[in-house]
């Protein structure tokens, strides 16, 4: 396991390195919350509540939302470049399991962001917001193991559209479709709660609501009691579900180096 420390140690002295696109990431993140935060203000303008969610939780739960989305990316494009170059070829021969290595990578990345993006909100969202916090420590530990889950099921997503690199060689055009399904099915933009009910029909078949909205929602209050735990079920399923996935598709794919390589 140290060896994959190393690397993730490696990735977040890289990202270190460039201060300027460092903090100009900071200052884009609490701009776009700036943006949310009166939009917010102007669709309750004349309302108290919307579908039964008054303004603070809403706040809270765009905000809690839009912090988690900045952890559920990963590496996929990486891995997508270091196959239509050829790179992978080598990296397949080096001693250490190549997707340990890229969720490494995607560790240090997420570690980084927890101070490019994840503090510097959570300061302006508190004395600017007044953003709430639960109050009760079940509903903290809560949203802490629903966090995680929904963080890995949004990486195991990603790493398999970048797989898509050994069949497609450019993924450019999937991973925008990706990044579009994920904002708008993942609860990041609005609570699926208000969404129509087909539509909430289709998104409990989806592995995206377990990404954000199970989260949020159980730290927001949306998600209490029962409902909670199911949710956490459901995420727990999807982790699973997903990660074999990630292997069995791994396996099928490194065959294709084979090949290409005679």
Same mark, same amino acid.
């Given at each position: 396991m140290n060896k994959y420390w190393q690397i993730a140690k490696a990735r977040m002295q890289e990202n270190t390195a460039y201060s300027a696109w460092f903090w100009a990431g900071t200052f884009s993140s609490i701009i776009r919350l700036l943006i949310i935060y009166f939009f917010w203000q102007a669709v309750y303008e004349n309302q108290s509540t919307l579908d039964n969610i008054d +303004?603070? %939780?809403?706040?809270? /739960?765009?905000?809690? $939302?839009?912090?988690l989305q900045g952890y559920i990316g990963g590496v996929g494009g990486g891995l997508a470049e270091d196959i239509k170059n050829g790179n992978v070829a080598i990296e397949l021969m080096r001693p250490y399991d190549l997707i340990y290595k890229m969720f490494a990578i995607d560790v240090g990345s997420k570690i980084m962001?927890?101070?490019?993006?994840?503090?510097? +909100?959570?300061?302006? $969202?508190?004395f600017f917001l007044k953003l709430s916090f639960p109050t009760s420590i079940e509903t903290i530990l809560l949203f802490i193991l629903s966090a995680g889950l929904g963080i890995w099921i949004g990486t195991f997503f990603? =790493?398999?559209?970048?797989? +898509?690199? =050994?069949?497609?060689?450019n993924i450019w055009g999937v991973r925008v479709l990706k990044e579009s399904?994920?904002? @708008? =099915?993942?609860?990041?933009?609005?609570?699926? %709660?208000? =969404?129509?009910?087909? +539509?909430?029909?289709?998104?409990? @078949?989806?592995? @995206?609501? $377990?990404?954000? /909205? $199970?989260?949020?929602s159980i730290y927001s209050g949306l998600l209490t009691g029962t409902d909670a735990y199911i949710a956490i079920g459901i995420q727990f399923f999807w982790f699973i579900f997903l990660y074999v996935l990630v292997r069995v598709i791994w396996s099928q794919a490194i065959k294709q180096v084979t090949i290409f390589g005679g």
């Open positions: +303004l603070p %939780t809403m706040l809270t /739960y765009i905000v809690i $939302a839009m912090l962001y927890v101070f490019q993006g994840t503090l510097p +909100l959570l300061i302006v $969202a508190y990603d =790493f398999l559209v970048g797989i +898509l690199a =050994f069949w497609t060689v399904l994920v904002t @708008f =099915f993942s609860g990041a933009l609005v609570p699926i %709660t208000l =969404f129509p009910d087909w +539509l909430k029909t289709i998104t409990e @078949f989806l592995p @995206f609501q $377990a990404m954000i /909205y $199970a989260p949020v």
